[in-house]
């Protein structure tokens, strides 16, 4: 079965950090470039950061660049976003994804 399962959000006060995390299962990894979306509440999915199949190719969002990176373990068959200095914008639910499956998301909720 193919199937992305995201991990690590949270709560936290602005300016704080999480990692996320993504495993993979059910398809080859490696063979698979990867990004991240999100979708804040009454919105509609925003794409964050794409990864390309050996990690050493990564593209943003304006609002993420600086603060969020994107990187990924092929042994491991995870995907990361570590989000630093988070801003109440921030706020959304986090999902990976690939060209042909989405996870169910991490929430993570930027507030004081």
């Known amino acids: 079965e193919v199937q992305l399962v995201e991990s690590g959000g949270g709560l936290v006060q602005p300016g704080g950090s999480l990692r996320l995390s993504c495993v993979a299962s059910g398809f080859t990894f490696s063979n698979n470039a990867f990004r991240w979306v999100r979708q804040a509440p009454g919105k509609g999915l925003e794409w964050v950061a794409d990864?390309?199949?050996?990690?050493?190719?990564?593209t943003y969002i304006n609002s993420a660049k600086g603060r969020f990176t994107i990187s990924r373990d092929n042994a491991k068959n995870t995907l990361y976003l570590q989000l630093n200095s988070l801003k109440t914008e921030d706020t959304a639910m986090y999902y990976c994804a690939t060209g042909f499956t989405r996870g169910r998301g991490t929430q993570v909720t930027v507030s004081s």
């Open positions: 990864i390309n199949t050996d990690g050493l190719s990564t």
